[in-house]
């Protein structure tokens, strides 16, 4: 590292568990790139302060944003992309060459990333969010705009899961456990089945499940989550989480750096291909 040296961190609470330094500095040690990437904590309050703290510190040009300050951040940067406007959240902040930061959502299209790698074009398709916080409306909102039939929100909070289904305009409804069956997709976007959550129940009950579905878990700790196990049991094709972490880590690095991300850096980063 130099004077010259860029930095990008993600900020988040907790965030010691994050493997996006890992797959961020594979990447750029790629690409010979003089970028580094760091994990700040940023207690519920300060993202602010974070961000003002960016801002100040020219050569600090890339920020990750992870749970729970995404909103908080949207409130805090100089413009927003389409995606980041509809959503009103960020996980991604860009320093643009005239110095403003720019908020940018790549949840959703890291998802639409990782099902491309499956196998599964959304067009015309029938899926299922079960979940509706802010990576269910990220996801809701893309499988819609990518061509879905049907996007169908399924949540323990029916207020909440009316709320998210909105973003999937026309194609969006909310839905109950026993319509899982009908959809080809079924995204779990809760954090039930992660490794030290307080509640070990499955999501939905696996009878909803079946042969010929494509089931994917955001959850990727575990890598084979009870849901998924589950769903692999019942002859459905299951995925975790970890091809949209590294999906949407990709589009964060092309949106830094202007370059095409090496993906197999990263995805050997977290132990994959
Ligand atoms: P969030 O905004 O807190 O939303 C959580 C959702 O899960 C809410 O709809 C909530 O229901 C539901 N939920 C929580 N506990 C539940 C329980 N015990 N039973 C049933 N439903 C429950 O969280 P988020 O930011 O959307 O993240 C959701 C998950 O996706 C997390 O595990 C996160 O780590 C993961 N994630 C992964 C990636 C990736 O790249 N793989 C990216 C983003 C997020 P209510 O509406 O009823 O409260």
Sequence with gaps: MTAATRLAAVIGSPVAHSLSPAIHNAAFAALGL??????????????????????ALAGFDGMSVTAPHKLAAANEVDGLSPDAMALGVVNTVVRQPDGRLRGESTDGPGLLASLVDSGFDPVGRRCVV?????????????????????????????????????????VGRVGEPQDVVNAELVVNATPLGMIGGDDDRLVLDPA?????????????????????????????????GLGMLVHQA?????????EDAPLGAMWAAVGRK
Aim: glycine share 10%; hydrophobic share 50%.
């Design 250 to 258: 990709a589009l964060q690095f092309s949106l830094w750096t202007g």
């Design 34 to 55: 003089p970028w580094t990437y760091l994990a700040f904590e940023v207690a519920p309050g300060r993202v602010a302060q974070a961000v003002r703290g960016m801002r």
């Design 130 to 170: 079960i979940g509706a916080g802010g990576a269910a409306r990220a996801i809701t909102r893309s499988l819609a705009r990518s061509g879905a039939a049907e996007v169908m929100v399924v949540n323990r909070t029916r207020e909440n899961a009316i709320r998210t289904c909105a973003f999937a305009g026309a």
């Design 208 to 240: 909803h499940l079946r042969e010929g579905q494509l089931v994917v878990d955001l959850v990727y700790d575990p890598p084979l989550t009870p849901f998924l196990q589950a769903a692999r049991d019942r002859g459905a094709t299951a995925v975790n």
